[in-house]
């Protein structure tokens, strides 16, 4: 049997807690069935590490992130924390945890199984069999930028951020991008907005570049504006699609919307340090402690983990099979329930996977 391995388990905020909780049965659930040896431990992190220790990662949390073979994080962020100090944002605190743990490359898949598709705002032709990846540059652009500020000019509020990328940043999540074409349809969007903004053209150039170390996969570039229209439209014609931070982060909900809540995305956060995985979702104020957040997200950010950390393939697909089975059997979700449809809770519906995945035992 294989050692130990430590997953640092940071619930959050909001319903963070509630959807890591399902995450964490699930995890347990693949453990015993393909005897991995796991050990989950809870820090805190977010809005709730501030009340706690006035700091949203406390140093604790970032040692035991550190050391850890993989780190599970629910969400952060609450209502009261608009307002307060930016380092004690709860967001501050995520943003830090993904720039110590040195993940630079973002992944964020959807899939939708066929008996999802009527959860889809979309019409049937333009999402059946929809199967894309974002890549997200998650270590730089504007989110990181220096300098950054506010100030008063000619007597006016005023505010700064800065837009910079630099070759070697785009090059290694490039390469990550490419590499992940090559496993899949071998076809890569790369979305900028090079008409514009000299990030963006050096962008393309360095793509352009590591394109030529990759002649499998088909490259194509894409503006920002236009790839959002696109995804709308025919977003079932999309492989792998890579992009910069704050493209990312917009584009990766508007994929959630398609498909028909956010709820469903999980992501991947890798890099040179440890691997970080959660749901694309944040806290979700309105649903807190009602007990009927989607924990699909999550439960597929733990499938993730189990792949990308814990070298556990069959674990991982053994977790998505069960998330698709629950939903041939017709469990959904408030998010996802239409009219007439019976809704299950948070804890029901992991449940569920959790009594298909001891089966597989
Ligand atoms: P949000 O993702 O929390 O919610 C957006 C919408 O999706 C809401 O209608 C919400 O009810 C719904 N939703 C989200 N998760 C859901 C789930 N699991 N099941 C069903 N419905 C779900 O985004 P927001 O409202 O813009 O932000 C709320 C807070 O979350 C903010 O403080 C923000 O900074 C934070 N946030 C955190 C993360 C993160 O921790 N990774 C991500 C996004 C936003
Ligand atoms: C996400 C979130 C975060 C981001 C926030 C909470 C800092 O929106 O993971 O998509 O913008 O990266
Ligand atoms: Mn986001």
Redesign the pocket.
Known sequence: MSSTRRVAVLP?????PE?TRAAVLVLEAAAEVFDLRIRPEEHPV?WAAVQADEDPLPASTLAACTDADAVF???????D??GVSPEK???AG?LRLRTELRCYTNLRPLRLPDTLIGVSPLREERIRGVDLVIVRELAGGLYYGTPRGVETREGERSAHNTLRYGASEIRRVARAAFRLAEGRGRRLLSVDKSNVLETSRLWREVVEEVALEHPTVALEHMLIDRAALELVLRPNTFDVILTENLFGDILS?EV?GVAG???LLPSASLGDGTPLF??????????AGEG???????ILSMAMLLEHALDAPEAARAVGRAVEECFASGLR???LAGPGEKVVG?DAFAKAAVQIIATEG
């Open positions: 959050g905020d909001g319903v963070g959807v977010g994080l629910g969400a952060v962020g609450h209502p924390a608009v944002r709860p967001e995520l909900d959630a809540s956010l709820g959660e749901p694309v979702h944040g806290s979700a104020p309105a649903l009927t957040a989607n924990p699909v997200g999550a979700t408030a998010d948070t």
